[in-house]
T-cell receptor, first 114, second 114 residues
Framework: GENVEQHPSTLSVQEGDSAVIKCTYS??????FPWYKQELGKRPQLIID?????GEKKDQRIAVTLNKTAKHFSLHITETQPEDSAVYFC?????????????FGQGTELSVKP | KAGVTQTPRYLIKTRGQQVTLSCSPI?????VSWYQQTPGQGLQFLFE???????NKGNFPGRFSGRQFSNSRSEMNVSTLELGDSALYLC?????????????FGEGSRLTVL
């Protein structure tokens, strides 16, 4: 069935270093891949997303890459800051950014040490 | 614009009871989806409603049900509660049409089953 695997489950970096989180999806029909950030005790919020017809997207210090052949997508955060500390969830959907149904990965707890 | 509002925020029930959770989406949003969040399973999709119709459904037992009203407000019901139903239940709203996929989450309803 539909499944998204996310690695690593925890990630600790020094402030200023880069962080990379990787996800693999199983459903070939997936065509929309968002990333959500959830700070402790708060609601998840979208930080970046990518559609299947795009290989890479960047927004300031955050970038996402997609390899459709390998069914693999990654989140890259450069120049990390303490406020980047949170749980990050990748997700996949076959509904081309229509909202609603997302299959989420298990989450990565990122800790940025000052 | 007011955000997504969920009530109640916290509730405690005992095994065998039932519970109803409510979600008021952002004004103008027609899609409401529900997710169960637990430490071990991450964010799991329950169902999505769009214009009062269930548009997508996850892999949860029939004890989990939902509905959407004409004003887009949604309720989910869990009958015959089990200990394993203890979780944070998040609802999310979006406009629900292609290209408008960002989900806006509420703060969640934390259910404890004793």
């Amino acid at each position: 069935g539909e499944n998204v695997e996310q690695h690593p489950s925890t990630l600790s970096v020094q402030e200023g270093d880069s962080a990379v989180i990787k996800c693999t999806y199983s459903d070939s029909a997936s065509n929309y891949f968002p990333w959500y950030k959830q700070e402790l005790g708060k609601r998840p919020q979208l930080i970046i997303d990518i559609r299947s017809n795009v290989g890479e997207k960047k927004d300031q210090r955050i970038a996402v890459t997609l390899n459709k052949t390998a069914k693999h997508f990654s989140l890259h955060i450069t120049e990390t800051q303490p406020e980047d500390s949170a749980v990050y969830f990748c997700a996949a959907s076959p509904f081309y950014n229509q909202g609603g149904k997302l299959i989420f990965g298990q989450g990565t707890e990122l800790s940025v040490k000052p | 614009k007011a955000g997504v509002t969920q009530t109640p925020r916290y509730l405690i029930k005992t095994r065998g009871q039932q519970v109803t959770l409510s979600c008021s989406p952002i004004s103008g949003h027609r899609s409401v989806s529900w997710y169960q969040q637990t430490p071990g399973q991450g964010l799991q999709f329950l169902f999505e409603y769009f214009s009062e119709t269930q548009r997508n459904k996850g892999n949860f037992p029939g004890r989990f049900s939902g509905r959407q009203f004409s004003n887009s407000r949604s309720e989910m019901n869990v009958s015959t509660l089990e200990l394993g139903d203890s979780a944070l239940y998040l609802c999310a709203s979006s406009p629900g049409t292609v290209g408008t996929g960002e989900l806006f989450f509420g703060e969640g309803s934390r259910l404890t089953v004793l």
